[in-house]
């Protein structure tokens, strides 16, 4: 049973016991153009809320990709830095950054669900 | 006013469309104790004649190599320029552009830096190079500060043959980025001992080949202990010419190389504009301060070029930049590319024969006089001389005798008293027989 | 019938690559070869060859004179380019700067053989000082970002000084990217300002974020609105009051040089683009040069080197003991952009006190008048007066499909290199132009014509597509940038050898 939040960064976590997948979202790669280039971290790092955790760039951008939790991070998506294209075609699902060990579940709480985040969108525009 | 075009009738018919009464008008927002009802006070406008009269009779006070036999080195260094790289450079399209933000209608810009990027990385023996930065000064200063990026490290060791102004550049520009860097004490004879200093917390160690003395070194040994210990070697090369000859960095196993371009295209004019050349491996790229050009093809598949890249840089990252430069040094980068297209293999390697045949011949003779003595056992165009005395002192009497002979090393290092009687001398191609005969008469006389 | 066999359109050349044109053996140069020698290179003489082409120099002058044809430049186009001040280069300057008496001074000549190049130095120097109404200035930085640092590095320097640590350096949410990152690299820490709605600095917000741990703010004036900022004075007190410093990014100094002095708005630091207000070439991206003028306060922590002018005529101060003052250190080396500044002079005496002044008066003036010209048509950000340069945004192209990009690549069909794109950043699809004062009349109603024009098509149905198939005419279409930036080709590579 796996349940997907997302941060007001535009990230998204897909949570399956206590390891989350973390990637960008849709409205994300749509505002940063063509992905040409990835940079995640190395499995085994530790990462915490908020803080810096990979980089993806476009031809006209360069973002941070932040971590929605603290933990380890226990996988990293190669496909994507071979394909960053892929990060277009499917943010939310294939072309995911990481994956990181929770250390602590109830930062969770804070997260939004897609509802709120979609109206979170929506309000930016 | 003959570089502004607006008439009075043009003026007048401007501001009746904008709908105000006279320029004043567009500047109200300018605060009331900002306004001036005077000119400043300089001199009012000249005539083109003028102009050329005034800065003509300031060119006039100068002695230089123009007439006068000129062995001066010590990072910049007289060499011909080819009547047709000037010619080039002062064509509109290429003095008069923009950085190539909009590619379509700057592939001359693009195609130059592409060729350009090529040429240095054939020269340094690296992977890729970029498209230039202000000078090796920064350039050198910009490669610890990737060497920290790339190994995480913040520990840098300078050599004491590297040319004090990129050490002190360095040292004084990244003061306030958590680097700790130590520049080791001037090293004439070169018996400084790296190997020994070499520590597993240093990012990188910097040498310059041929030294800021002249020394010629084999850095294999260096590197190969460098990437045991997972430091990166920079090299720095004062004089591009010398790559013409000497072994490449990137044979020896650099891993960022920094050239001073001035030799190629320039000129010396005084010490600036410079033009650094920056290169390392592919797998280092991204940490590459500077532009890029990079192939690719347009909308009909023709090839073509367009800066990438970009994402490191200053106006996109902002505060998370590789570095803060914005422009690079274009018109250099292009006097330097067309001199090297001049010489092509043939002619480089040539000129760099010459420039060292006519070093050897001077350090055999000037090495004969008595008093004189000759540091060097190895060197490309520049070597080191010990005098009686001061060295300072006696390139004044030889500028009294209408010769320019040389830079005392107590000019770069005023506080170091053991380098009081070392003097640099180099010479170039620029520097025939009469040059020679005069300069060696001149010391005989005085030492 | 469009294509040629050649592949040639007339005279616009499809010029190969220098490596792909190499006669080898055949070079551009003739030596006279020195006699048999022995060599003195320790062992290390190059083994193999380095890879470099021979072409002969008549196939060499035909390269970069068709290069050459590829680009645009000042000569050729009007380029409005915002905040780059791409004025007319004056060929005068570049007879000066190859004078033998200057080109081929060597920078560490004893300086009693080259008295008149610290004299030009000097007088360089003068006229920035006097220009701006600062005591001071520090002329080695090689660029306007450059220029910043020096102000920052002096601006930390005298705060240490005064014993105090202040890590903040607040820039207006429009700056140049270069003012963060300068930041940055002096070890600050940056907050931004944001702007208020007549794009101005919010003034307010600026002083609910000074504080004591602020060391100094970055703004530009006039700003990258292109309006100048009428608080400044204000906004110079409450910085002043909060013992921070003001540094003034001198980008678009062009504007008000000759009406207004600096020192006179607070300022206690600027860098002065001299490839921007005076004329000297941009060159395809440099070498510029960034002196940056210092106030009373800071005078004392300017970089060496510089000149001193005694009574025994002039002399460099090149080492940090040698000096009066506490100089922040060497930031550049040798002495600076002299081949620049030799430039720079040449241009502020052939225009003096005078014409500077009418060089910013018309450059307000051509771009107030492409303000009035193009309100209707296009949608200006602020309200009016601009100074030198006048901010459009996207909303005019609002439901078109055609993009600001779109809308420059059209400019260029037209034989306008296009205004400054998507900068700043405080409003959307940002077109903002700076003709600047070298630009007649004519030019400027041309202008007006072709971008009017194009902004009615924009606004017709289906005009979309004809607007992303642009430029048609130029040497390229548009060029594929997501290829290059995820498979970089940095460099020519042998094939053969591969």
């Not at chain 1, 031809?59 to 932040?66: C, G, L, Q, R, T």
């Not at chain 1, 830095?81 to 109830?106: C, H, M, R, T």
């Not at chain 3, 101060?317 to 002299?338: A, L, N, W, Y």
């Amino acid at each position: 049973m796996s349940k997907t939040y997302f941060t007001s960064e535009h990230e998204w976590i897909k949570v399956e016991g206590d390891v989350g997948t973390v990637g960008i979202t849709d409205h994300a790669q749509g505002a940063l153009g063509d992905v040409v280039f990835v940079e995640l971290p190395a499995v085994g790092r530790s990462v915490s809320k908020g803080g810096d955790a990979a980089v993806v760039e476009s031809v006209k951008a360069a973002s941070d990709v932040y971590s929605p939790v603290s933990g380890e991070v226990v996988g990293a998506n190669d496909a994507i830095v071979d394909q960053p294209a892929l990060v277009n075609e499917s943010p939310e699902d294939g072309a995911w950054f990481f994956k990181v060990k929770l250390s602590n579940a109830s930062e969770l709480d804070g997260l939004m669900d897609r509802a709120a985040y979609d109206a979170f969108v929506a309000g930016q525009s | 006013m003959r570089y502004l075009p607006l008439t009075a009738a043009d003026r007048r018919s401007m501001l009746d469309a904008i709908g105000v009464k006279s320029v004043d008008d567009l500047y109200r927002d300018v605060p009331q104790a900002a306004r001036r009802d005077k000119l400043i006070d300089l001199p009012l406008s000249a005539s083109e004649m003028e102009v050329e009269r005034r800065i003509a009779k300031l060119a006039a006070k100068n002695l230089t190599a123009a007439t006068a036999p000129m062995f001066c080195g010590a990072g910049v260094y007289r060499h011909h320029v080819p009547a047709a790289v000037d010619a080039m450079i002062q064509r509109g399209e290429f003095l008069t552009s923009y950085t190539p933000y909009q590619p379509e209608v700057a592939q001359g810009t693009l195609q130059y830096l592409f060729e350009f990027q090529t040429q240095v990385a054939l020269i340094t023996g690296m992977e890729v190079a970029n498209a230039s930065l202000y000078d090796a000064a920064t350039g050198t200063s910009e490669a610890i500060a990737m060497a920290a990026r790339v190994t995480r490290r913040t520990k840098a060791l300078i050599s004491g043959g590297v040319h004090p102004h990129y050490s002190q550049t360095s040292e004084d520009s990244l003061r306030y980025t958590g680097l700790e860097i130590e520049t080791l004490a001037p090293d004439p004879l070169g018996t400084e001992d790296l190997l020994g200093r070499l520590s597993s917390d240093l990012a990188c160690v910097v040498v310059q080949n041929p030294s800021f003395f002249g020394r010629l070194n084999d850095l294999k040994l260096l590197a190969d202990s460098c990437h045991e210990m997972g430091i990166l070697l920079v090299v720095v090369v004062a004089e591009p010419v010398s790559l013409g000859l000497v072994a490449s960095p990137g044979e020896m196993g650099a891993d960022i190389v920094v050239v001073e371009g001035q030799s190629l295209g320039i000129g010396m004019n005084f010490g600036g504009p410079g033009l650094g050349l920056f290169a390392t491996r592919d797998k280092f790229l991204r940490q590459m301060p500077g532009r890029l050009a990079g192939q690719t093809v347009d909308q009909d598949g023709k090839r073509g070029w367009v800066l990438t890249l970009s994402t490191r840089e200053q106006h996109i990252r902002r505060e998370k930049a590789t570095s803060n430069i914005c422009t690079n040094s274009g018109l250099c980068a292009l006097a330097f590319s067309i001199h090297m297209t001049m010489l092509g293999e043939t002619g480089f390697t040539a000129l760099a024969e010459l420039n060292h045949a006519r070093a050897v011949d001077l350090a055999q003779k000037v090495g004969a006089i008595k008093g004189l003595k000759v540091l060097n056992d190895a060197f490309f165009n520049e070597f080191a001389v010990t005098v009686p005395g001061s060295a300072a002192e006696l390139v004044e009497k030889l500028a009294a005798k209408g010769i320019l002979g040389g830079v005392p090393a107590s000019r770069l290092y005023p506080t170091w008293p053991e380098l009081d009687n070392v003097l640099l001398l180099a010479a170039t191609e620029t520097n025939c027989d009469e040059d020679v005969d005069a300069l060696v008469s001149a010391l005989k006389e005085l030492v | 019938m469009s294509g040629t066999i050649s592949g040639n359109k007339g005279p616009l050349i499809e010029e190969p690559l220098i490596f792909e044109q190499a006669t080898p053996g055949r070079c551009g140069v003739d030596w006279e070869m020195p006699d048999a020698y022995e060599d003195r290179l320790g062992g290390l003489r190059k083994k193999g060859k380095i890879g470099l082409p021979d072409i002969a120099e008549p196939t060499v002058i035909r390269h970069y004179t068709r290069l050459s044809q590829k680009n645009v430049g000042i000569d050729t186009v009007f380029y409005p380019l915002g905040s780059c001040t791409m004025k007319y280069n004056p060929r005068l300057n570049e007879k000066t700067a190859r004078l033998p008496g200057l080109s081929q001074a060597h920078p560490f000549q004893p300086v009693s053989t080259v008295q008149g190049a610290l004299e030009l130095m000097d007088q360089c120097a003068h006229w920035l000082k006097t220009l701006t109404g600062m005591p001071a200035v520090a002329m080695s930085p090689a660029a306007g970002a450059h220029g910043e640092f020096c102000g920052l590095m002096a601006i930390r320097a005298a705060l240490e000084a005064r014993g105090e640590t202040r890590l903040k350096i607040l820039v207006p949410e429009s700056a140049h990217g270069t003012n963060p990152a300068s930041a940055a690299i002096c070890g600050f820490e940056v907050e931004s300002i944001p702007a208020n709605d007549r794009g101005r600095v919010d003034l307010a917000a600026l002083k609910a974020k000074l504080g004591p741990d602020v060391a100094a703010v970055m703004v530009t004036n006039p700003n990258t609105c292109g309006l100048f900022e009428d608080e400044v004075l204000e906004i110079a007190s409450a910085v002043h009051d909060a013992g921070a410093y003001f540094y003034c990014d001198g980008a678009n100094f062009n504007a008000i040089v000759g009406r207004v002095r600096i020192a006179d708005l607070g300022v206690d630091a600027m860098h002065i683009n001299l490839h921007k207000t005076f004329s000297t070439p941009h060159g395809g991206g440099g070498p510029g040069a960034g002196p940056t003028v210092l106030s009373a306060a800071l005078a004392a922590y300017a970089p060496v080197p510089y000149v001193v002018h005694d009574d025994k005529g002039f002399r460099l101060v090149e080492h940090v003991h040698e000096s009066e003052g506490k100089p922040c250190g060497r930031i550049k080396g040798f002495h600076g952009q002299f081949g620049v500044m030799v430039r720079a002079l040449s241009y502020m005496m052939a225009l003096g006190a005078d014409g500077l002044k009418q060089c910013a008066e018309d450059a307000v003036l051509n771009a107030n008048y492409l303000l009035a010209q193009l309100k209707d048509e296009l949608t200006p950000s602020f309200e009016g007066p601009c100074m030198h340069e006048a901010l459009f945004d996207d909303r005019f192209l609002k439901d078109t499909g055609v993009t600001t990009l779109d809308f420059a690549k059209a400019l260029i069909d037209e034989g306008f290199h296009p205004m400054t794109m998507y900068f700043p950043l405080v409003v959307h699809g940002a077109l903002l132009m700076e003709p600047t004062e070298t630009e007649s009349k004519a030019t400027l109603d041309k202008f007006v014509a072709s971008v009017k024009g194009l902004a009615r098509q924009a606004k017709q149905a289906n005009s979309a597509d004809a607007f992303k198939s642009a430029p048609i005419h130029a040497p390229r279409r548009r060029l594929d940038e997501t290829a290059a930036a995820r498979t970089p080709v940095l460099r020519w590579k042998d094939q053969a050898a591969e």
